[in-house]
């Protein structure tokens, strides 16, 4: 275990919830994707227990492979005081994605705008439309949640700036 913490930088106990919760959201996401690749070929339930947990092994072998790589590269891309950090950053980037993906369809629905009664090319880019806000909020408020505002609030201006809100952004 102390290898495992001089590895990630961890000097508190409390910081050993952001490996954990990277963990069992590798996991979760590897679960998901197990299980809808395996509805769509109809598997025999005998064999999709079995099938279900090799699969769940294999993608989390491949997702931990990939943020692994993405922590190494980003490692010195973002500034961060510690390593475990980053492992923050990444969970607050996955809940803010999933929390405004999920929020922009009720707020649609709100306005009247419906998947089933809208046109595609028009629910689509109304629906990217009310993420983009919706996600800029939430990414501060998560950040926050998670340590990470400073982190945040610099990732904000910087995307704010390129996007041509220069003149909004104090500094």
Excluded at 49 to 70: D, E, P, Q, W
Excluded at 79 to 90: G, H, N, P, Q, S
């Amino acid at each position: 275990m102390q290898k495992f913490k001089e590895r990630w930088e961890i000097k508190s106990s409390w910081q050993l919830v952001f490996p954990l919760l990277g963990l069992v959201s590798l996991l979760f996401s590897s679960h998901v994707l197990s299980k809808y690749i395996l509805k769509s070929v109809h598997i025999n339930e005998n064999l999709y227990l079995g099938l279900h947990a090799g699969s769940i092994v294999i993608l989390s072998v491949i997702f931990l492979y990939i943020t692994l790589k993405l922590f190494k590269v980003l490692e010195n891309k973002w500034d961060v005081t510690y390593r475990w950090e980053l492992i923050a950053i990444f969970i607050a980037f996955a809940i803010t994605g999933s929390t405004a993906a999920r929020v922009s369809d009720p707020l649609l629905s709100f306005f009247g705008i419906l998947k089933d009664t809208t046109n595609g090319w028009l629910y689509w880019p109304l629906r990217i439309f009310i993420i983009f806000p919706v996600y800029q909020v939430l990414l501060l408020i998560v950040g926050w949640l998670v340590g990470q505002f400073k982190f945040f609030w610099e990732f904000e201006k910087k995307m704010l700036k390129r996007l041509g809100f220069a003149r909004f952004i104090k500094d």
